[in-house]
């Protein structure tokens, strides 16, 4: 059994280790920022190509006490490093610290890269080169105040990357933390779905994908591939066994809608790259008017919070304005909202169900959850 730890937007570590248990992860332990977990090469590649939640799959190849630099250097060079992969491949390496007593990471950064490549000059007479941008392997470092573990990262890109964003620009929402706020939202693919601030359509291609059980990562390649333990029969089973995985008889009612013609443009895109644009019906409408496509059913908005609406002060209009079109036009309805914006509960005049404290990257945000009963849940 080898041990991994799968990093996660924060906020979502229940829902990966769920997840995660049921691809196969054995003692799968949220932690902040992730999951903590043991299993075969199996369920790491299961693990990769499956979780819609995680960011990364590393795999722990050292733990060591430490106080300095020096015995930071020395824990890096006692690993087998051409044991794992070979001196003609690129590396980066990447640090993180919580409580750590080195002043500089940036410092600590390159005594585990010359750690790295002494080891391989002193096995092979030669060593890998440096590469930022798209190495050949990704080797982690996580240093605590007084211990600290080495990784080698299994998923080389992050996994929120898909393969198949066609969109100008990031979207503001990556792709698992979209599917995270759908599974919170309690969907289920037989309910009508509607996203009627779609942007890109990040939520409506993760909920698509989600009922259709396609796999996050059919369309992309990993880093484990790039390891000398790979198992490449290992892993065309799993592979070919995901490509068998999809429910074809799912009758889906998902919905989307943006009042920028260029957004759904970038959302027409994505869902064709994504192969999911035959269950999605797209078209354009303000939220502020548009009619609830079903009598019920489950909205999720990730609302722009600024950057498409513009001031503080807009938004202190918009969302009145918002609760009043809600109670209007989607009464017996869930209404989910993902925001940075904390004033919207207050503003919005509607009593949250439920909030859910979310990170968007660094970011502080809710998801606040709106059953819609026309003419009450007001507040005073």
Partial sequence: MESFFASSPRGLEPLLAGELGALGAGAARPVAGGVAFTGDWAACYRANLWSRIASRVLWRVGEFAYHGEDELYGAARAIDWPGFFSPEQTIRVAVAAQKSPLKSLDFATLRIKDAVCDRFRDALGGRPSVERARPDVRIHAFLQEKKGALYLDTSGEPLFKRGWRAGRAEAPLRENLAAGIVMLSGWQPGEPLLDPMCGGGTILVEAAAMARGRAPGAKRRFGFENLKAFDSKLWEQIRKDASHASNPSQSLQIFGSDHDPR???????????????????LERAD??????????????????????????EQLARFYPQLGDALKRNFAGWRCHFFTADLRLAKLIRLQPARRVPLYNGALECRLYEFKIVAGSHRRA
Avoid: H, Q, T
């Fill in 263 to 281: 957004a759904l443009n970038d959302a027409r895109r994505n869902l064709a790259a994504a192969g999911v644009e035959r269950w999605v019906k």
């Fill in 287 to 312: 939220i502020l008017e548009r009619i609830a496509p079903a009598k019920e059913g489950v909205m999720i908005a990730n609302p722009p919070y600024g950057e498409r609406i513009g001031s503080a």
